[in-house]
């Protein structure tokens, strides 16, 4: 069965640190991948989403970066954290319409 | 943009009380809806979605095209259905999803 891995489950970071969340998927090839940020009122927001090796889609401009080196494996950095990149990240995967979710990161940014 | 509206942020209802969580889209064609739950300490997951029309956990939720609606409904809220719920789009290439900004429900004794 798939599954899909997030590390770490928190985080705290002061500003102006690098930052560097990983997501590995387990159990399937070639998915797409996202990630997105979960912030109290405001929903889920999608920041990136794969379809493949070196692909990546940004949906909003941001201080972070995503990128996709292995098939599985999907990493979210920064190379300078802001306050402002506090929140819940989640990764998720699909391989048709449905998302699965991994357990999230909450990073705080002191 | 494709957008979806979940107008309340919190919705408190009494065990065995109906329960109707709000979502309205805003898409010309045919969209494809989704409800995903999240219970306390746990992972999001799929909920329901409109193609399958099936009932999950006793929840429905019908497709409006007329008022651009997909409500979340049940005729009897159970102690075990608070969490946060979220209704969702497919948007664009690459199976992407547009949340709203969620609804939590807490279902009091």
């Known amino acids: 069965s798939q599954t899909i891995h997030q590390w770490p489950a928190t985080l705290v970071q002061p500003v102006g640190s690098p930052l560097s969340l990983e997501c590995t998927v387990e159990?399937?090839?070639?998915?797409?991948l996202y990630w997105y940020r979960q912030a109290a009122g405001r929903g889920l927001q999608l920041l990136f989403y794969?379809?493949?090796?070196?692909?990546i889609s940004s949906e909003v401009p941001q201080n972070l970066s995503a990128s996709r080196p292995q098939d599985r494996q999907f990493i979210l950095s920064s190379k300078k954290l802001l306050l402002s990149d506090s929140g819940f990240y989640l990764c998720?995967?699909?391989?048709?319409?449905?998302?699965?979710f991994g357990p999230g990161t909450r990073l705080t940014v002191t | 943009a494709q957008r979806v509206t979940q107008p309340e942020k919190l919705l408190s209802v009494f065990k065995g009380a109906p329960v109707e969580l709000k979502c309205n889209y805003s898409?010309?064609?045919?969209?494809?809806l989704f409800w995903y739950v999240q219970y306390s300490r746990q992972r999001l997951q799929l909920l329901l979605r409109?193609?399958s029309r099936e009932s999950i956990k006793g929840f429905t939720a019908d497709l409006n095209k007329g008022e651009t609606s997909f409500h979340l409904k049940k005729p009897f809220a159970q102690e075990e259905d608070s969490a946060m719920y979220y209704c969702?789009?497919?948007?664009?290439?690459?199976?992407?999803?547009?949340f709203g900004t969620g609804t939590q429900l807490k279902v009091e004794l």
């Open positions: 998720a995967w699909s391989w048709g319409s449905e998302q699965y």
């Open positions: 159990g399937t090839s070639n998915p797409n």
């Open positions: 794969s379809v493949g090796i070196g692909q």
């Open positions: 898409y010309s064609g045919s969209p494809e």
């Open positions: 409109h193609i």
């Open positions: 969702a789009t497919l948007t664009g290439g690459g199976n992407k999803l547009t």
